[in-house]
């Protein structure tokens, strides 16, 4: 999506997720968000683009739950609305700052909400029409519920693309969709690509490994305990945690040697 080159793409993605006519767009080649001091933490993000009305706006996409991730996209944003102000310059340099944050995982603070897609604004707690500014605004985008949703909108169609990588032909769909597909298939064919995405699966196996262990960690504790029932409700929360993680339910089945039926019927209950 950030690729230059791509920005038809892009600017009509963000189209679907904002709900807004863009006139024009600008990608931003530098990602890192952050400083090079020593105890700076590191930010990359994903997507960095400029509006044509000046608005920034950054977008990542995130397959594994970091703890606290509703305060790292914060922490993002904020770094982001800053950029451009100069020592002595005044605040209504400041402008409006939209962080978009696509998830394979469902994220705890939306517990009880249905829609994947959610938006989060600063609002009065007894006047909720009345915003402290429009210059923050967070899209939180949960792919795991798309399957939950009944309308199948345009925006509908490029979230099934960015979860799955193909274009349901039976919902509505933009042609930029279609070359965001085609953009895909290049980059598949691409050797220096299917590298990364070899040192992407190294490091989930990596990641699975870790929760092997912890998950026979786990096991061990609940075996002490000495109760059936505390054994079965340790492995069942071992399971919840592996899927609110991203990974696969066959995965999740093999590791932890449920069956698929028995992790369907866990997975109802996240």
């Known amino acids: 999506m950030g690729k230059f080159g791509n920005e038809r793409i892009t600017k009509k993605l963000l189209e679907r997720i904002l709900g807004i006519e863009i006139s024009e767009i600008t990608l931003d080649a530098n990602k890192r968000l952050l400083g090079d001091l020593p105890d700076d933490k590191i930010g990359r993000i994903d997507v960095k683009a400029k509006l044509g009305n000046g608005e920034k706006v950054i977008i990542e996409m995130q397959a594994t739950n970091y703890p606290s991730m509703e305060k790292r996209v914060l922490y993002y944003w904020a770094h982001t609305y800053i950029d451009d102000l100069k020592k002595g ?3 209504k340099r400041l402008g409006k700052t939209i962080a978009i944050l696509f998830t394979n995982y469902d994220i705890g603070l939306t517990e009880g909400i249905k829609k994947y897609h959610t938006k989060w604004q600063i609002r009065e707690e007894e ?6 500014t429009d210059d923050l605004e967070i899209h939180i985008l949960e792919l795991r519920k798309l399957n939950k949703e009944e309308v199948k909108t345009e925006e509908f169609g490029w979230m099934e693309f960015i979860k799955k990588g193909e274009v349901d032909m039976s919902s509505k769909y933009d042609k930029e969709l279609l070359e965001a597909k085609e953009e895909l298939e290049k980059l598949r064919a691409d050797p220096a690509t299917r590298d990364l995405y070899f040192d992407r699966e190294m490091a989930l196996m990596d990641f699975i490994s870790g929760m092997e ?8 504790k609940g075996e002490e305990i000495g109760e059936k029932k505390g054994r079965k409700t340790e492995k069942i929360e071992m399971v919840k945690s592996m899927l609110k993680q991203g990974i696969s339910a066959k995965m999740v089945a ?5 069956s698929s039926k028995e992790i369907e019927e866990i997975s109802k209950n996240l």
């Open 254 to 258: 093999e590791i932890s040697k449920l």
């Open 89 to 91: 310059n005044p605040y």
């Open 127 to 132: 006047h909720s029409k009345t915003k402290l």
């Open 213 to 220: 262990g912890f998950f026979e960690e786990g096991m061990k």
